[in-house]
């Protein structure tokens, strides 16, 4: 039998680099994967650039939806991580039909961000993307070692590098810390997975939000919210395991 379809929604100031060491995993065990750069990510990938009608709720889910439309994508299982939990809740209430009965939310952005990064997401526009990517990646990461820190800090500035422009970032900025998926109705069989020691959202407002939804939850030991760079092959594990059983 076919295996389903995985659309990847990277968050913010990523692009699809940033997961690509889950989908290799995913891949290797037979998940054709779609990792589109989402704006204001600018398209790296030579794809055709599908219009972005707002940095809002609407105009995120639209523009998945149009990507799935565009690449004729069979109601893909939605795989988003940060902020891309947002657009897939978003995309989960407003286009039911397009996407399938299973969706997955890595680092599931449940409730507002803490004051450190609502105080901080507007400096995105004006500040120099390696100061912002070091003190973001600090603050999120639960490294192991100066060697993990190192390395993923080199990724994310090289995820940094090509955004449309500041005012689209302040943009994008701005929708990531004005939504949480509680904001969103959709009726979805969802697994929601987490580092345990994510600072954004405690393992409760997790467990909380996920049972709103009659969903799954699974924490990562030692992990934080960067489980995309932290572990990807544990968390790829986690969701091959989660949609074959």
């Known amino acids: 039998m076919e295996k389903p379809q ?40 030579r794809e055709k650039n599908i219009e972005l009608t707002g940095f809002t709720a609407d105009g995120y889910a639209k523009w998945v939806a149009d990507y799935i439309l ?19 809740a978003a995309t989960a209430d407003r286009y039911p039909e397009l996407i399938n009965e299973k969706m997955v939310l890595a680092s599931p952005i449940c409730v507002t961000p803490p004051k450190f990064i609502c105080n901080l997401a507007p400096l995105t526009a004006i500040m120099p993307n390696k100061f912002i990517g070091y003190v973001t990646t600090k603050y999120l990461i639960i490294p192991k070692d100066k060697k993990t820190l190192k390395n993923v800090l080199a990724q994310t500035y090289e995820c940094a590098k090509k955004f449309t422009s500041k005012r689209d970032t302040a943009k994008a900025a701005k929708f990531s810390i004005s939504f949480a998926i509680s904001d969103f109705n959709f ?6 997975i987490a580092g345990k020691k994510d600072k954004l959202n405690s393992n409760k407002q997790v467990k909380d939000t996920a049972k709103k939804f009659k969903g799954e939850t699974i924490f990562i030991e ?13 968390l790829a594990d986690k969701i091959k395991t989660w949609l074959e059983e």
């Open 222 to 234: 030692d992990a934080g919210h960067l489980i995309n760079y932290e572990c990807p092959e544990i």
């Open 6 to 45: 995985l659309l990847f929604i990277h968050g913010f100031r990523g692009n699809h680099l940033g997961l690509k060491d889950t989908i290799k995993v995913l891949e290797k065990a037979g998940y054709k994967c779609f990792s589109p750069d989402i704006p204001p990510a600018f398209n790296t990938q």
């Open 70 to 88: 565009e690449h004729k994508l069979d109601r893909p299982i939605l795989v988003g991580h940060s902020m891309g939990s947002i657009i897939c």
């Open 187 to 192: 009726d979805k069989d969802t697994l929601f």
